[in-house]
C-alpha cells in the first residue's frame, strides 16, 4: 500500500460509517484493494465518474462526500445520492460491464481522496475473498433500498416530511455531532439539488426549510445544513417512533 494511501486509511476509517463497503471489509482484504489500485484526488466540482462513458474502474473512496447525479433530458441534473468515505462508486458498471448511468462529482470542501481501482483487479481480489463479495453485494442492496424507500416517500408523504426524512437518513449516516449537541450534515447541496433527491422543486424545499427553521429543528446557510434537535427531526420523519414532536406542526 502506498504510504499515503496507508496514511489517509489510518486517519479516516474510524469516520466511515459503519454500514459502508470499506468499513465491513476485513483489514487484508482492504490493504489487498488498495495495493492494488491508484491513490487519486478531486477538487470541488471535479468529476470522478461521468455519465456515459465507458470506463469500468472501481473508486474506493477514503475521504470527503461526493454527490452521484444524472443529466436530464431537459437540461439540468438530478441529484440520485451522496456517497462519502468509506463508500464504493462505480461498481455497477464493473459489475455488467455497461456504461456509466451517472456522474460523481466531489461535493465536499476538503479534497476527495480515493483509490482508483481496475475492474479486473477488483473483481480478482473479491473473487478470492466471500466476505468481501458479500460485503459489495450488501452495499449494492443498500443502495437499492434507499432508491426505493424515496420512490415511496413521493407517494406516501408530504414534502416537509420528505425532506425531514432524506435529512434524518443523511444526519444518522453522514452528520457530525458538535460540542453543543446538533449534528452537521457535512454535505454541501443546493435547494434544487435537495428537491431533485426527494422529487420536488426548489421552492417547495426552499418553503420546507423555512417551516423547520421556524420549529428550530434546523439552521441552514451556504448550502450546508446543521440538525439543532434530532428528536424533533425523528418525530417528524417517523411519525410514531419518538416521543418528542415538532414545536408545531409541518405536515
Known amino acids: 500500500m502506498p ?27 482492504l ?24 470506463d469500468t474502474d472501481v473508486l474506493l473512496l477514503l475521504s470527503s462526500c461526493v454527490k452521484v447525479v444524472s443529466t436530464l433530458p431537459q437540461g439540468g ?5 451522496v456517497r462519502v468515505g468509506g463508500d464504493v462508486v462505480g461498481e455497477q458498471a464493473a459489475l455488467d460491464g455497461g456504461l456509466r ?11 476527495v481522496r480515493a483509490v482508483r481501482l481496475a475492474r479486473a483487479e477488483f473483481e480478482r481480489i473479491l473473487s478470492g475473498c466471500p466476505a468481501g463479495a458479500f460485503a459489495l453485494a450488501a452495499s449494492v442492496s443498500r443502495k437499492l433500498r434507499a432508491s426505493t424507500r424515496r420512490r415511496v416517500d413521493y407517494t406516501a408523504f408530504t414534502t416537509p416530511t420528505r425532506l425531514a426524512r432524506v435529512l434524518l437518513e443523511m444526519a444518522d449516516d453522514y452528520g457530525h455531532v ?9 454535505v454541501d447541496l443546493t435547494q434544487l439539488e435537495w428537491g431533485t433527491l426527494i422529487g420536488v422543486k426548489a421552492s417547495s424545499v426552499e418553503r420546507a426549510l423555512r417551516e423547520l427553521r421556524d420549529n428550530e429543528i434546523v439552521a441552514a446557510g451556504a448550502g450546508r445544513i446543521t440538525v439543532r434537535d434530532m428528536a424533533a427531526l425523528r418525530a417528524l420523519a417517523l411519525p410514531g417512533e419518538s416521543p418528542k414532536p415538532p414545536r408545531r406542526s409541518l405536515i
Open 101 to 111: 448511468s451517472a456522474s460523481v462529482v466531489a461535493c465536499g470542501l476538503s479534497p
Open 77 to 81: 441534473h438530478a441529484l440520485l445520492a
Open 3 to 29: 504510504g499515503d494511501a496507508k496514511a489517509i486509511v489510518r486517519g479516516n476509517s474510524s469516520t466511515w460509517p459503519t454500514q459502508s463497503f470499506l468499513a465491513g471489509l476485513e483489514r487484508p482484504v
Open 178 to 186: 458538535t460540542y453543543g449537541g446538533s449534528v452537521v450534515i457535512g
Open 31 to 54: 490493504d489487498a484493494l488498495v495495493d492494488a489500485g491508484e491513490l487519486t484526488a478531486y477538487r470541488r466540482a471535479q468529476p470522478l465518474i461521468r455519465q456515459g462513458d465507458s
